[in-house]
């Protein structure tokens, strides 16, 4: 069996850049010509926040965090820092850049600490909203693809570090594991 008959395409890479590049667009009209400090969240941020800076005709200072929450694949809400941000985000834009937001605990816990850097203002910028699933409020200011369930994987997205490096985002289907991992019909 080859690694790739588990997954069903969801979004192709042609149409995540379509996406992205109006992202950018949006991104770089609503902070006119402020500068901005992204923060990729590590590591499923890595290829997302690659394109998103390259679309946002600012000033852009690049930083990336990593936060563990002690979890298999749902996470608990018990969210640490592995990886702390580095840049001075006093009296700054920041934009946070996730993956995919599920749950939402990770970006509570996340807006909660980098309040405590007193920036100017803090956005959010997630490629992945599944809305269906959040556990806490959470508003995400820039959305590349509302996608209600599933396991995703690919452009940054892992099982178990796996599938990353795929260009498109995919569906995961694992033969191991089909209760807990099961896509449901969009
Ligand atoms: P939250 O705290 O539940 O919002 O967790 C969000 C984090 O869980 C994301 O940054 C991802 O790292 C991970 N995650 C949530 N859903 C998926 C998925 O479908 N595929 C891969 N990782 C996911
Ligand atoms: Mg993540």
Redesign the pocket.
């Known amino acids: 069996m080859e690694f790739r008959d588990n997954l069903k395409e969801i979004l192709s890479p042609g149409t995540i850049q379509k996406r992205i590049r109006e992202l950018g667009e949006q991104i770089t009209r609503d902070y006119n010509k402020e500068p901005v400090v992204a923060i990729g969240?590590l590591n499923?941020a890595f290829i997302f926040m690659a394109d998103l800076v390259r679309a946002i005709d600012l000033p852009v200072q690049v930083d990336f965090m990593r936060l563990a929450?002690y979890a298999g694949?749902e996470?608990t809400g018990q969210?640490t820092i592995t990886k702390d941000v580095e840049l001075v985000l006093k009296d700054r834009h920041v934009l946070v850049v996730?993956?995919?937001?599920?749950?939402?605990?990770?970006?509570e816990y996340l807006k909660e600490i980098l309040k405590l850097h007193r920036p100017a203002s803090v956005k959010i910028c997630c490629l992945?909203d599944?809305k269906e699933?959040r556990?806490v409020p959470?508003e995400v200011d820039y959305v590349g693809f509302d996608i209600p369930r599933?396991?995703?994987?690919g452009y940054g997205?892992?099982?178990d570090e796996e599938y990353r490096h795929l260009p498109g985002v995919y569906h995961?289907n694992p033969v191991h594991e089909p209760e807990a991992y099961v896509p449901s019909e969009r």
């Open positions: 969240i499923g929450s694949t996470s969210v996730e993956d995919i937001v599920d749950t939402g605990c990770t970006l992945i599944k699933r556990r959470m599933g396991f995703l994987v997205l892992d099982y995961l």
